[in-house]
């Protein structure tokens, strides 16, 4: 086979594979491990088919593969989701941009170790936690941005005792909004974070021909 028809395949092959990977994410985003009565979900482990295709293919790879996993999720999720309520055109659209194309683009980073650990599972399991801590913090701002109205909804019927009391006397409304942000996106995501980096690390170390195709092209991600 010649390098031109080697390159073809490959290509093809690349792409099947992060179809299969799409749609895959798509299906565990919607399987839910736990759910909050406030709002906010674990998922299947949503996340980890981003993060294979990062580490196969490279960061470019799994950013634009993010992107479009995030497309996927604003179109058939943001439908559903009391997110928008209340909220005008413009941050409807701005909520869009960061809670879903950003958010879930940033996934795609975590193949940022590769090469860089000599352990593949130490650098694909931390790699992941980082780029799924990364969509954690995203919406925390975006949480800030648009949601921080929500906090003493959240902090006087929600999380109701001394801590939350103490919150509300002392900290000003903006304050209070962070802290709002930062406890919500954490509630669901630290876990899912935990989750799916203790799933790639169990992936790529006990399931061979997966680790055998995350580890082939690692040549040309140098």
Not at 64 to 69: D, P, T
Not at 118 to 129: D, E, M, S
Not at 158 to 184: H, Q, R, T, W
């Amino acid at each position: 086979m010649s390098k031109q028809n080697l390159n073809r395949t490959e290509k093809t092959k690349q792409l099947a594979l992060s179809g299969v990977m799409l749609a895959l994410a798509t299906v565990l985003s919607f399987i839910k491990v736990f759910e909050w009565p406030f709002g906010g979900s674990i998922t299947a482990c949503s996340m980890l088919p981003i993060a294979i295709l990062s580490y196969t293919y490279g960061v470019r790879w799994g950013l634009v593969s993010g992107l479009v996993h995030g497309v996927l999720q604003a179109v058939l999720g943001a439908t559903m989701s009391q997110a928008f309520a209340g909220q005008g055109a413009v941050n409807v659209i701005l909520i869009l941009i960061l809670d879903y194309f950003v958010a879930f683009s940033v996934v795609g980073a975590a193949g940022m170790l590769k090469n860089k650990l000599k352990n593949h599972t130490l650098a694909f399991a931390l790699g992941t936690a980082v780029a799924v801590f990364m969509r954690y913090v995203v919406h925390v701002v975006s949480g800030y941005i648009f949601y921080r109205s929500y906090a003493e909804w959240f902090f006087g019927e929600v999380m109701v005792g001394d801590f939350s009391a103490m919150l509300m006397e002392k900290c000003n409304p903006e304050l209070l909004g962070l802290i709002y942000s930062v406890i919500y996106n954490a509630a669901y995501m630290l876990p899912e974070l935990l989750l799916t980096a203790v799933a790639a690390g169990l992936v790529i170390s006990l399931i061979k021909p997966v680790r055998q195709e995350m580890l082939r092209n690692r040549t040309a991600q140098k």
